[in-house]
C-alpha cells in the first residue's frame, strides 16, 4: 500500500465534499479564558453519523470499482466507524456487514442497524474482532473496509484537518484524538504540507495508551486489555499510522476517565454541544494542562457526538 500524501486527502475531499457535511469550526469565550489560549473547536460530532469516522468510510466506499462493490463491504468495528461504513454503503447501494462486540453502547448498536448495517456479534476482543471479519469476508466475499489501517480511510480522515486549516488561518497547535491512528495521522499529513511549522498532539485514555508507549518507545506496544469510556479509542494504533505518527506527531498526552468526562460536561455545559467520550479526550488534554496551549491559537477536533445521556460518562 502506498503512502498517503497530502494530494490524496484533496482528491478524498473532491470525492466526498458532496456527500459529508462541511462541519462548523466553533469558539468560546469562557473556553478561551478557562484555557489561557484561544481554542478552534472542529465539530465533528456534527458529521453524518455522528463523527470523523464518515469521511473514511466514504472515501474508501466511492473508491471502490464496480466490481469491488458488487459484494459489499465488511469491517469490524466497535461504533462509529461500523455506522459510517453502513451509510457509505447505504449511498452506494451495496450491503455492510459488520463485527461488533457485544459490549457495543446501545446508541451505537442502534445507529448501525438504522442505516442497515448487518452486525455479526463477537466478544470484546481486537482478536476476536477481526477473526469475526475474516469469517465474513470468506463467507460472503465482501470487500474489507479497515477501520483506521487503510490508505483510504486515512486519506478520508485528513479531510476534516484539511477543512480545519482552510477555515482558521494561523493555527499554531492542532490536537485530535488518537485510537487506531486513522484521524492522527490523516491530520499529521494535512497540517505537516501545508503549514511546517504547526505543532500537531493527540489525547489518548489513560486505559488504553498503547498509542502513547509506542511513541516513547520507538516500537508499537499493544495494551492487552484496554478500559475506558472512550470507547471508540480502544484500538491498538496500526501498522500504516504508526510511522506516519512517529515521524511527524509532536506528541501524545493521556488523560484519565475522571478528567474525560469532566471534559464532555464543560463542553455541555459552556458550549451546549454533545459529545462522546473520545470525542472530548483532546480538549481533556488541554484542560487538564498535559498539552501546552497558553498564548497560541488551537485547533481542536471534537471527532464524535454519539453518546447515550444518563450513562456512565456523564453521570460522573
Not at 77 to 93: F, I, K, P, T
Not at 102 to 127: I, N
Not at 192 to 206: Q, S
Not at 272 to 284: D, F, H, L, N, T
Request: glycine share 10%.
Amino acid at each position: 500500500m502506498s503512502e498517503v500524501v497530502l494530494e490524496d486527502i484533496r482528491g478524498a475531499h473532491a470525492r466526498i465534499r458532496e456527500r459529508i457535511h462541511f462541519t462548523p469550526v466553533l469558539t468560546s469565550t469562557r473556553i478561551n479564558e478557562l484555557s489561557g489560549a484561544l481554542l478552534f473547536f472542529k465539530c465533528e460530532n456534527f458529521q453524518k453519523t455522528g463523527s470523523f469516522k464518515a469521511r473514511g468510510a466514504a472515501n474508501a466506499v466511492f473508491s471502490l470499482t464496480d466490481a469491488e462493490a458488487a459484494r459489499g463491504v465488511a469491517t469490524h468495528s466497535s461504533g462509529n466507524h461500523a455506522a459510517a461504513l453502513a451509510w457509505a454503503a447505504g449511498l452506494r447501494g451495496i450491503p455492510a456487514f459488520i463485527a461488533m462486540p457485544r459490549t457495543v453502547s446501545r446508541v451505537k448498536l442502534a445507529s448501525v442497524e438504522r442505516l442497515g448495517g448487518r452486525v455479526v456479534f463477537c466478544d470484546p476482543t481486537h482478536k476476536a474482532r477481526e477473526e469475526a471479519a475474516e469469517k465474513i469476508v470468506r463467507e460472503t466475499g465482501a470487500a474489507f473496509i479497515h477501520p483506521f489501517d487503510d490508505p483510504r480511510v486515512i486519506a478520508g480522515q485528513g479531510t476534516a484537518a484539511l477543512e480545519l486549516l482552510g477555515d482558521v488561518l494561523d493555527l499554531d497547535v492542532v490536537v485530535c484524538p488518537i485510537g487506531g491512528g486513522g484521524l492522527l495521522a490523516g491530520t499529521l499529513i494535512v497540517a505537516k504540507a501545508l503549514r511546517p511549522g504547526i505543532m500537531v498532539f493527540a489525547g489518548e485514555p489513560e486505559g488504553a495508551a498503547d498509542a502513547s508507549l509506542s511513541f516513547s518507545s520507538g516500537v508499537r506496544r499493544p495494551v492487552e486489555h484496554p478500559v475506558s469510556i472512550a470507547d471508540g479509542l480502544l484500538a491498538f494504533v496500526g501498522d500504516l499510522t504508526f510511522p506516519v505518527i512517529q515521524r511527524h506527531a509532536d506528541g501524545i498526552a493521556t488523560v484519565s476517565d475522571d478528567a474525560i468526562a469532566a471534559a464532555m460536561r464543560q463542553i455541555w455545559d459552556i458550549m451546549k454541544i454533545a459529545v462522546e467520550p473520545s470525542g472530548a479526550v483532546a480538549y481533556a488534554a488541554i484542560a487538564e494542562g498535559k498539552v501546552a496551549v497558553a498564548g497560541r491559537r488551537v485547533g481542536v477536533i471534537l471527532s464524535g457526538g454519539n453518546v447515550e445521556f444518563g450513562g456512565p460518562a456523564v453521570a460522573k
